[in-house]
């Protein structure tokens, strides 16, 4: 997916949660949100160091409730956490030390801070879920440690560590998590399109098939599927000198993907489309914004007055 379709996912399932809030059925809306950040590419890569992160945690979670038989019975979600220090903490033990002196001199949590937590926390969501999804798949019973998920959403967290306690509902700790990675996804991508709409005109979007000349941004492709006119604008400012000539040859078999044929007639139909349509966009005033040879040997390329 392009980041202009992932932010719009996000931006669904976001609105989604909102609508499913403090019920089971939330708790599906964010298996589905992690199961998309982490099986995208262009998320998991960027969240690669938080979700190793997460499985360390995790793993050092599973060993504490081994080690202290904990949980063996169906765990009270209401429990408070009484922890006399901080060696004692389950996991997150680097974490809570630095939150609690932030705390001590009023300092604020950087979102460095707060993106890993916030991921583990909706690991374990993720993971839990998936039990009961495979669980109710093969007609199983649920784990009793599982039927937490029908107390969590009305619950209330409250852990104390040494005399700071801290309460708050489980929809609004849950909910908070997810804000706090798709802000993160959401700001990524809204910093790499404003760095791309800053860029030295004219440059093509080849996400959105726009391009972007004389301060206005003309829409390339019209329907789902690319025309040749996005393939030719793809080619050329694939290259560092826009002045390089991109052969029609070139444009097919390394851009398209398919065989030239000799059959230059469709690429100079092509770039004369893409001439009309920013004539159009520039009230008729530029007519020649490509130019191109005809042949075999044919190419193209943006007209050297416009760079």
Known sequence: MTPYEIKQKI????????????TVKGFDVLFEYVDFIKSEPYTANLLKTQFEYAQI??????EYINKNNSFKEI???????ELKSISEAPMHKDMIAVGLEQLKNQEHANMSQMLPLAITQLVMIYEGMGRVKEQLKNKEQIDDKLNILQELPTSTIRVKVGEELNSIPFAVFAKTNLLISAK??????DIEELSEETKKEPWFDIFKSVLYFQDKKIKITLKNDKPIDHYI????FAK??????????????DTIKEDYNGNWQRFRNACDN??????KATDNKINDFITYTTGKTGWCKVNQKYL
């Open 75 to 81: 765990p009270d979600p209401h429990k408070i956490m």
């Open 11 to 22: 931006e669904i399932l976001l609105d989604k949660y909102q609508k499913n809030s403090g």
């Open 233 to 236: 604008l793809e080619a050329i």
């Open 184 to 189: 993160y996804i959401l700001d990524k991508i």
């Open 57 to 62: 945690q995790i793993a050092q979670l599973d």
């Open 274 to 279: 893409l001439n009309q349509k920013i004539a």
């Open 240 to 253: 560092e000198d826009l002045s390089e000539q991109t052969d029609f040859v070139e444009i097919a078999e």
